[in-house]
């Protein structure tokens, strides 16, 4: 059988003198098209490339004289040109069953963020202007309020992110002095964001008291002296010590530090603005709380819990954000204009707390009913069956999934999903299945993440408001497991 099946190959095989010019592919009638569309450049440098790789393939004796007709070069041409067009960061369906999930993209924007962005990024805008006095203006202002309405804060100021809010607070209240904290909170969160490192950027010393699961109010009283400059609490956001634990409250930290002239912040991580108790979630401590317990700041991100855009939030004292407002990194840690506004349009929904499961994107999401979701599952099961079958068997589960962004690690979310599992393959074969179904899924146009667990492939439902995407691209996974 391999003889002639080599010879017929070969002899359809395309030589490189059979290849057009550039001049002769851009003469056609598809590559005029293109210039038109997309100008000389692009269309250029793709037709060259799209030939050179033709050369080589033709040159080791493996391009089909099929590759070689006119409308396929053209065909391949076009879609070069797409391909080098498509954006690199696209659109995917989270069904992975964490709602923040830190590498897709975090909280969503909410509606309203998005309609500012359009109406003030197209436009000049008051970024750095008083439309009142007709003079420069403070970017900060355009938050500093609402922030100080919602969290009861003197005064706020905001940063690209919640690392560089912490990393700038520790710098400009305790740059060359001594920064306190319990060993029980030295935290890593992920992307190398370690505490002992970030006091060491911000170019403090950290002194660390108590032990890994106890520290008590003696511990900050002893380690206070003359070159303490601050007293820092880092919310363990992504972690928990259970068991034989202690920790001294900000209240009462508060009162430690205050006794002895030293301000106290604290790093909250996620820091919700809404008391998620009200929505039957799990709790997380609130900015507001902080500060009515007597921290001076309290650092938290803009696109966690908060659901907004990338941004660290720093709320307090006059005296301490006054403090890092005027200390020079601020100024190469300052929030761009982009999700300023979209902080302040988010920002604004918390006016409205009535409104804000319905109008939060993040909320609403955490807010889904299981047995919302539970019936979307029902819903899509047989269309989900007639996609994968008959390699694989598809039944509808419960499913635990997570708040996610490090906000309360070991609380689980009630969530219903589909489970998708081998169908008659041996135990062997199923972590090959399951990879290829994952592939599969995650190769369509609007990707689909889901996770693998206990030989399933699981999608949870939870992130799914509106399954019409999801359902119109299942015929294209049906056709591509075939
Ligand atoms: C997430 C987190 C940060 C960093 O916030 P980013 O907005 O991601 O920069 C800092 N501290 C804690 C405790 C966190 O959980």
Redesign the pocket.
């Known amino acids: 059988m391999a003889a002639p099946k080599e010879s017929v190959v070969h002899g359809s095989t395309a030589r490189p003198q059979d290849l057009p010019s550039v001049d002769q592919l851009l003469r056609g009638d598809a590559s005029r098209a293109l210039l038109a569309e997309h100008g000389h450049t692009l269309v250029v440098t793709e037709a060259r490339a799209l030939l050179d790789a033709l050369r080589r393939d033709a040159v080791a004796g493996r391009l089909p004289v099929t590759g070689v007709q006119p409308d396929a070069i053209a065909a391949a041409l076009t879609a070069r040109v797409q391909q080098r067009l498509a954006p690199r960061m696209r659109a995917v369906l989270n069904l992975t069953g964490t709602v923040i999930h830190t590498n897709l993209g975090r909280a969503l924007l909410a509606d309203a963020a998005l309609q500012r962005l359009l109406a003030v990024m197209t436009s000049p805008n008051n970024l750095e202007y008083d439309l009142a006095t007709g003079s420069r203006g403070d970017r900060d202002s355009l938050v500093e309020e609402l922030l100080c309405t919602i969290t009861g804060a003197e005064a706020a100021t905001v940063v690209n992110?919640?690392?560089?809010a912490?990393l700038l607070t520790i710098a400009a209240l305790a740059r060359d002095r001594e920064v306190i904290v319990s060993r029980g909170e030295l935290?890593e969160?992920g992307g190398a964001?370690r505490m002992p490192d970030v006091m060491a950027s911000a170019g403090a010393r950290m002194v660390e008291v108590g032990t890994t699961n106890r520290t008590h109010p003696a511990d900050y009283e002893r380690a206070i002296n003359e070159r303490t400059a601050l007293v820092m609490k880092?919310?363990?956001?992504?972690y928990a010590v259970q068991g034989f634990t202690a920790a001294v409250d900000e209240a009462t930290l508060a009162g430690i530090a205050h006794a002895r002239g030293v301000p106290l912040a604290t790093?909250?991580?996620?820091g919700s603005l809404v008391d998620l108790a009200h929505y039957g979630l799990p709790r997380e401590p609130l900015p507001q709380e902080m500060l009515a317990a007597g921290c001076d700041v309290v650092?938290f991100?803009?696109?966690?819990l908060l659901g907004g855009p990338?941004?660290?939030l720093i709320v307090g004292s006059k005296e301490a954000v006054g403090r890092i407002r005027k200390f020079p990194m601020k100024r190469a840690l300052r929030m761009s204009k982009l999700p300023l506004a979209a902080l302040e349009a988010t920002l604004s929904l918390y006016l409205r707390p009535e409104r804000l499961a319905q109008d939060l994107p993040t909320l609403r999401l955490l807010t889904r009913p299981a047995e919302a979701i539970q019936a979307m599952a029902v819903a899509l099961l047989p269309a989900v069956r007639d996609a994968v079958s008959p390699r694989f068997d598809v039944e509808v589960v419960p499913l635990l999934g997570q708040i996610g962004?490090?906000s309360l690690p070991v609380e689980r979310l009630p969530s219903a999903g589909l489970a998708i599992a081998p169908a008659g393959t041996s135990k062997k074969g199923i972590g090959t299945a399951l990879d290829a179904l994952a592939t599969a899924l995650r190769a369509l146009p609007l990707p689909v993440i889901g996770r693998i667990a206990d030989d399933r492939l699981l999608l949870d439902l939870r992130c799914l408001e509106d399954s019409t995407p999801f359902l119109a691209q299942l015929g294209l996974l049906r056709a591509r497991l075939h």
Do not use: E, M, P, R
């Not at 992110?161 to 560089?164: G, I």
């Open positions: 992110n919640n690392a560089a912490v935290v969160i964001f880092v919310h363990t956001s992504n790093d909250l991580g996620s650092t991100s803009g696109d966690k990338q941004a660290g962004s490090g």
